[in-house]
């Protein structure tokens, strides 16, 4: 594919989230490390056709917030992490670096912690998209955890990774993406200021395990700015593109009850 499409930049993305790893460990392991190996292979044997390489890992391979007490958590912090789906991230991570290491294939990796916006609909961390969602369709929702988040909004997330392919730096590289810190409570009520009639609670004894107040140094060091969008801005995007979706039959709800 990569040959015959003639790419100048590849991102990689294509993963199984947290819950589809420990219901299947070996399609998650299949996916998430095996499918990044044949990423890497693609690009090394380009014969310098691919120009930049970026592929995601994921915060969830740091592991528990509690091994890590300084913050902002720096990148080359060492990994712990205590699920499959972040062993595998830990494993990619590391894929990275021996590929430099023997074949020279450049590469940029960003750990996404939690990504916001239109068609987030997997993964644990996709109920704070799912939030907004019910809020446009007058739905009640609940929030399946609480506590501090990282979030990148969808469009700022995407312009990061094609920023970070199209950096054209040579080495490897491990970067954090940051952004908005807060609290899920504070998400929730600067969502209802925006949807007034908005009915969505959070699981208040539910904490995302991995730390939120991370550096995003190394991203910063190799784009010349990090997009970013404020969350109340990036909610006024995300209502009407739901309410057209919704106008149009194209939004499946029965995912508010996942």
Known sequence: MVADSQASHVVHLAALQIPFCRANPSLGSQVNVVGTVNMFEAVRHSEGQVKGFCFASSAAAYGPDTFYPEKPVPEETSLKPNTLYGVYKQANENTGRVYWQDWQVSSVCLRPHTIYGVAR??????????????????????????????????????????????????GVIVCNMRNDVVEVAEYVEILKTVVPDARITYEETNVIPFPADVSDANLRSILSSVPYTPLKEAFGQMIPQYEDLLSKGLVNLDQLEA
């Open 121 to 170: 609909d997997q993964g644990m961390t996709s109920d704070l998209a799912k939030a907004v969602l019910a809020a446009v369709a007058k739905r009640p929702f609940h929030i399946k955890f609480s506590g501090p988040v990282c979030l990148q909004y969808t469009d700022d997330a995407a312009l990061m990774f094609i920023g970070a392919a199209r950096s054209g730096y040579e």
